[in-house]
């Protein structure tokens, strides 16, 4: 085997340098891949409530993905829309790499409390209810912010004074019993026509109900408060 002159292996130490170098730098930039999520989650957190803030995990320095200049940012299924979550990082360029990156959203807003004991199975009122602000990423998902899920519903359980109220500690009530008497209103444009009918289903309010009328007819329509099928035209 030929061995190089001496002149000649300070060329080659140089030229390995410079592979090693352009190696090296031949990553993906973690600031424009943060300013993308950035952006990305400033759209995203608009329709949530409360004040909003966020912390967004970086790429490792020391990444081996090629560098890349337009990103799609998207939030993977079964992502949370807040707390200790992942959002997905997609490259749009010939690179096509995708990664998960870590992200801790953080909202502040009210939410519910029980303003006083609640015993099982009691229809929760105005009174019953209080609000006190706080995180939403370090209470359970299906936490309650707004009175309108609360009131009109029944406990399922016992809840104590200033306890956080849940979505799955409240049920809510059957406005139309099966084989009750409801008032059926059928509605259209600039006419509204009332009729009685017997229930053939139980509903809470805002579900479908079957109504059977006087005549042997089945109608469906939306169970209303007080024993009301609406039918729209």
Avoid at 79 to 100: E, F, I, K, P, S
């Amino acid at each position: 085997m030929r061995r190089l002159t001496p002149p000649l292996r300070p060329l080659f130490a140089f030229l390995a340098l410079c592979l090693v170098a352009t190696v090296t730098h031949a990553q993906q930039d973690p600031a424009p891949v943060k300013k993308a999520i950035e952006s990305w989650l400033k759209i995203q957190s608009k329709g949530l409530p409360g004040q909003v803030s966020y912390e967004i995990g970086g790429l490792d320095p020391g990444n081996q993905l090629a560098p890349c200049n337009s990103f799609d940012v998207s939030r993977p299924p079964g992502a949370q829309a807040w707390g200790r979550t992942n959002v997905m990082v997609r490259c749009l360029d010939t690179a096509g790499w995708r990664v998960h990156v870590p992200v801790h959203i953080r909202v502040k807003t009210d939410y519910l409390i029980s303003a006083r004991p609640i015993a099982q199975g009691q229809i929760v009122v105005e009174a019953d209810l209080a609000t006190q602000i706080g995180d939403l990423s370090d209470l359970p998902a299906n936490i309650l912010t707004e009175a309108s899920l609360a009131v009109g519903k029944a406990a399922t359980t016992s809840i104590l004074a200033g306890r956080p109220l849940r979505a799955d500690m409240l049920k809510a009530m059957q406005v139309v019993r099966q084989g009750q008497s409801v008032r059926v209103v059928s509605r259209g444009p600039g006419f509204s026509v009332s009729n009685e009918g017997r229930a053939l289903n139980n509903a809470v309010e805002g579900q479908v109900a079957q109504v059977r009328l006087g005549n042997g007819q089945v109608i469906s329509g939306i169970a209303k408060a007080g024993g009301m099928v609406e039918v729209a035209h």
